[in-house]
């Protein structure tokens, strides 16, 4: 059975501190795997990986994709009160072109 | 179910024909997503439901676009007289709550040729 699971479900940290987000898969015939930011109703892309062991990078945040392991992570350095969300791990199969999302990682960061 | 399913899960259709793509969300979920995904861009917000309130349509490109849902059950996104641009994948999500963790279906792929 394809699916997603991230780690860990829940995370409080204060300002300043850095987060490591996990997302491993199980999902046939790969194509690409997803982050992105929740904060109300419409999650915000944040990056797509389609090859392994390049990481990307966007301001205080970079993700890895590792094909090997068959996961993921998504960082976030000094961070602040705006990083509150919930960050949604996906991966696109090219079986059927179908996505499968983790349940997501709700983070909060307090003052 | 155990999870959120869509269906039919690929869809061909031509350009001026109407489509109807449906969702069943997981039992005792009282919001309901609909999502866009055109290829190589994120999620584009739709519609959503919650409990018997009038949906927020806010989202829908166009008045071709139309959503509906039954009680707390299945719904249904129908787009009529489709146009290429319209080709993506539709994505269904339902949480227990609004603002809830979003359980997602595996999408219906829509390509109008």
């Known amino acids: 059975e394809d699916k997603v699971v991230q780690s860990p479900l829940s995370l409080v940290v204060h300002e300043g501190d850095t987060v490591t987000l996990n997302c491993s898969y199980e999902?046939?015939?790969?194509?690409?795997l997803l982050w992105y930011k929740q904060e109300k109703k419409a999650p915000t892309f944040l990056f797509m990986l389609?090859?392994?062991?390049i990481e990307k990078k966007s301001g205080r945040l970079s993700s890895i994709l590792d094909k090997k392991e068959l996961s993921s992570i998504l960082n976030i350095t000094a961070t602040q009160t705006g990083d509150s969300a919930i960050y949604l791990c996906a991966v696109e199969s090219r079986t059927g072109n179908q996505f499968y999302f983790g349940t997501g990682t709700s983070l909060t960061v307090i003052p | 179910g155990a999870g959120v399913s869509q269906s039919p899960s690929n869809k061909v259709t031509e350009k001026g024909k109407d489509v109807e793509l449906r969702c069943d969300p997981i039992s005792g979920h009282t919001a309901l997503y609909w999502y866009r995904q055109r290829l190589g861009q994120g999620l584009e917000f739709l519609i959503y439901f919650q409990g018997n309130s009038a949906p927020d349509k806010s989202g829908l490109p166009s008045d071709r676009f139309s959503a509906e849902r039954t009680g707390e059950s299945v719904s249904t996104l129908t787009i009529q007289r489709t146009q290429q641009e319209d080709s993506a994948v539709y994505l269904c999500a339902s949480s227990l709550i609004v603002g809830g963790e979003q359980y997602f279906g595996p999408g219906t792929r829509l390509t109008v040729t």
């Open positions: 389609t090859s392994s062991g």
């Open positions: 999902v046939t015939n790969f194509r690409s």
